[in-house]
């Protein structure tokens, strides 16, 4: 008997959803409740409801991958724990003989729950990935760009991140990977960087977009779907100038003469909106000035970002919405950080380092923010971000984190974590997901059927839904911000259920609760 493909395997029944050849059309009943605050302080709730069909391609396309700083940790290890499930390497280790995983991706190494078994009523999981057409990893093709001109297998040596036994068998693979030069600006990354920068387009901005263009066209010629991740050294954030970053075409204008307040990677995301291939931004600083997003707005091309949510950041927003969730009140946080890779090299410097604290600080608005009985308007948790360089540590990451909480009648609760772990591995399953979610993404519509002749319409410019994995998640005009993760989870699992035509995950488990 042939094996069912994976896209295959979860099979919905339901006159709400239709399997055609090459799509799946869901009639979905998306439920909303309308609020309004009355002076006189009653909260008037009005459960609406909309009528929406939501359609999934279910012809995965062939997806292309360009990481801005391939030649870095995260690039190398995603590209190197790709090559190796291609290939199918195993390799010894003093534990014993290892294959390749997928653990910590969200795509590859998680399951949903999907409802009750009929036979005993016990719950039923199914991998996330059975449950809509997604890209197979092995399948995606990779390249990028970086200002240092190390081939993918002297990067993966450099990064010292994969056992030996492992980068030895990539070698004959990962020697011909050779990154793309790139443009390097003294003014946007350290300058301890500076030794790095021997692969680079000597040219005006203007050539520099019309060559990482050109870069994006030839990966287009190979693939069906192509995303732009930045996963380059994290650059200071940019002074958001009047007549420079403020529009579309004042951007770039500015690109077109110039102006040395454009950042790389603002150059990178233009590139890449102008091509209408999706950007997303992995690192901190603020490549989203308004020109890029009105640029991206206008030519319908999707940005997602910032800063990828990995590990100290990831824990800190299930802890910080889990204690106010409980009614205890978080009041002093001190994160504490040392690491010993490129990146903390980097981040040693003050301008670079702001930007990374910005984005490891905010993540607990959203949880203070939702709680008025905790928290008075304007409150503040008394939290601080410390990242210090240490570079024999190399990619194995410390975080100490001390969470000081009040709880009843003037007592405090302290929780101290110490997370020890190599900073890549967390972070290389997390661009799988992006990269993969993102293709995903491109291939779902919705529309209304409350409104006539209503035509199917993607997702909007900023790629909220990508909200899992940002520590500082960008949304359109008039959204809010979610940085809670179990949160940011459930939104992405109930659009795809949505897409299945499934009601959202909601744990009542009344099967079992009344007769
Ligand atoms: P890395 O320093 O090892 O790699 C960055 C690479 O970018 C280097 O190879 C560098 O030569 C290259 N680069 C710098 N400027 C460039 C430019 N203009 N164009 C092309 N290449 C350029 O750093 P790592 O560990 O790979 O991290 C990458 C980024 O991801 C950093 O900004 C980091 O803060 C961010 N990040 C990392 C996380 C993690 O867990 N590892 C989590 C969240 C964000
Ligand atoms: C030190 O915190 C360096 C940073 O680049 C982090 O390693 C990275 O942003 C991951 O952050 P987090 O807070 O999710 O562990």
């Known amino acids: 008997m042939d094996a069912v493909p994976a896209s295959r395997r979860v099979f919905v029944d339901s006159p709400n959803v239709r399997y055609e050849d090459d799509q799946i059309i869901a009639d979905y009943r998306y439920s909303a409740n309308e609020v309004t605050k009355r002076p006189n302080g009653v909260v008037h709730v009005k459960p609406v409801e909309k009528r929406l069909q939501i359609r999934t391609n279910r012809k995965v396309n062939r997806l292309g991958l360009m990481m801005v700083g391939w030649g870095g940790n995260n690039g190398s290890t995603l590209t190197a724990a790709i090559e190796a499930h291609r290939q199918g390497i195993t390799w010894k280790t003093r534990q014993g003989l290892r294959k390749p995983n997928w653990l910590g991706s969200l795509t590859q190494a998680s399951t949903v729950q999907i409802g009750l078994d009929t036979t005993d009523g016990s719950p039923v999981y199914v991998p996330f990935k059975d449950l809509l057409p997604t890209v197979d990893p092995k399948d995606i093709i990779i390249d990028g760009w970086d200002i240092s001109s190390a081939d993918l297998n002297e990067s993966v040596r450099r990064a010292a991140v994969l056992d030996v036994g492992l980068q030895d068998q990539l070698e004959p693979y990962l020697k011909f990977c050779k990154p793309k030069p790139s443009v390097y600006k003294e003014k946007f990354i350290a300058l301890n960087q500076m030794g790095r920068a021997d692969n680079l387009i000597e040219a005006s901005d203007q050539k520099v977009l019309d060559q990482i263009r050109e870069d994006i066209r030839q990966m287009k010629s190979k693939a069906d779907t192509v995303v732009v991740v930045w996963t380059a050294n994290t650059e200071c954030l940019c002074p958001v100038l009047e007549g420079v970053h403020d529009t579309a075409d004042n951007l770039l204008a500015a690109i077109a003469n110039g102006h040395e307040d454009v950042s790389p990677s603002a ?26 997003r009105e640029l991206a707005q206008r030519e319908k091309s999707w940005i997602a970002g910032d800063d990828f949510k990995t590990g100290q950041t990831r824990m800190k927003s299930v802890l910080v919405d889990f204690l106010v969730s409980c009614g205890i009140k978080p009041v002093a946080i001190a994160s504490y950080n040392h690491l010993g890779n490129n990146d903390g090299k980097n981040l040693s410097s003050h301008q670079q380092f702001l930007a990374k604290k910005a984005s490891k600080t905010n993540v607990i608005d959203d949880a203070v923010l939702s709680n008025d009985i905790l928290y008075e308007p304007g409150e503040k948790v008394d939290h601080t971000v410390i990242i210090e360089y240490l570079p024999y540590l190399g990619d194995s990451k410390r975080a100490m984190d001390e969470y000081t909480s009040e709880i009843m009648f003037g007592g405090t609760n302290t929780i101290v974590m110490h997370n020890v772990c ?29 409104v006539k002749d209503s035509e199917f319409q993607p997702f909007t410019t900023e790629l909220s839904i990508l909200s899992y994995m940002f520590k500082a998640p960008i949304i359109q005009e008039g959204g809010h911000v979610v940085n809670a993760l179990n949160k940011q989870r459930a939104s992405i699992l109930n659009i795809v259920r949505a897409c299945l035509g499934l009601a959202p995950e909601h744990h009542m488990d009344l099967e079992t609760k009344i007769p």
């Open 267 to 292: 150059l990178f995301a233009v590139a890449s909106i102008l091509e209408k291939v999706p950007f997303i931004n992995g690192s901190p600083q603020n490549t989203f000035v308004p020109g890029v």
């Open 422 to 450: 190599e900073d890549s591995l967390l972070a290389a399953p997390v661009i799988l997901d992006l990269a993969i979610l993102t293709e995903l993404a491109t291939r779902i519509s919705f529309r209304s059927v409350d």
